[in-house]
């Protein structure tokens, strides 16, 4: 069956420092991968979806980037954290063609 | 562009009673809609979807929805909650047609049940 994990859970940060989230999938061959960010009240937002190794698509312009590095594994980073960079993060997969069915456990990063 | 607006931040019921939450989305063309349930500190779980055909849609745990054009509504109901469906709700959409594949997430309503 197919799992997908995303480390680590909760995450307190300081300004400025640097930022690695990872997310991998079980029981899948060439996930879409999607990393969402949900702030307090604004609902889900997406930053990146990925359609194979290497091949990342940003939704917004922000301080984070997501590469791609296994079929299965999804990395969001940012070199420098900023006070707005605080949320939950998901990490979802969707098989191609279907739909968006599961999601990680999400991350809560509070950046200080 | 298309938008989804939930119109309740946060609603409250009683343990046994019906429930409905709002959806209203934007999009020129048909859209393929859905809601996602979220318990607390986890992902989200997908409860069911809309494409065409019956407007009236079941999901799992015993929820359904309904698609009204003429309103731009996919309202999810509940005829009798539990306790364990507290949690927060968000509906979404996406383009029904081209190749980049992008769900729009409502703010979500959060629902509390009391005993």
Not at chain 1, 27 to 54: E, K
Not at chain 1, 69 to 78: A, E, T
Not at chain 2, 16 to 45: D, H, I, K
């Amino acid at each position: 069956s197919q799992t997908i994990h995303q480390w680590p859970a909760t995450l307190v940060q300081p300004v400025g420092s640097p930022l690695s989230l990872e997310c991998t999938v079980e029981g899948t061959s060439n996930p879409n991968l999607y990393w969402y960010r949900q702030a307090a009240g604004r609902g889900l937002q997406l930053l990146f979806y990925s359609v194979g190794i290497g091949q990342i698509s940003s939704e917004v312009p922000q301080n984070l980037s997501a590469s791609r590095p296994q079929d299965r594994q999804f990395i969001l980073s940012s070199k420098k954290l900023l006070l707005s960079d605080s949320g939950f993060y998901l990490c979802a997969w969707r098989e191609t063609g279907g739909e968006l069915r599961f999601f990680g456990s999400g991350t809560q990063l509070s950046v200080l | 562009a298309q938008s989804v607006t939930q119109p309740d931040i946060h609603i409250t019921v009683s343990e046994g009673a019906s429930l409905e939450l709002r959806c209203n989305y934007s999009y020129g063309a048909t859209p393929y809609l859905f809601w996602y349930v979220q318990s607390p500190g986890q992902g989200l779980q997908l409860l069911l979807k809309y494409f065409s055909g019956d407007t009236l849609v079941q999901g799992i745990k015993g929820f359904e929805a309904e698609f009204k054009r003429s309103q731009s509504s996919f309202n999810l109901r509940k005829p009798s909650v539990h306790w364990s469906d507290a949690a927060e709700y968000f509906c979404a959409v996406r383009d029904s047609g081209g190749s980049n594949y992008k769900l729009t997430f409502g703010k979500g309503t959060l629902l509390t049940v009391n005993p």
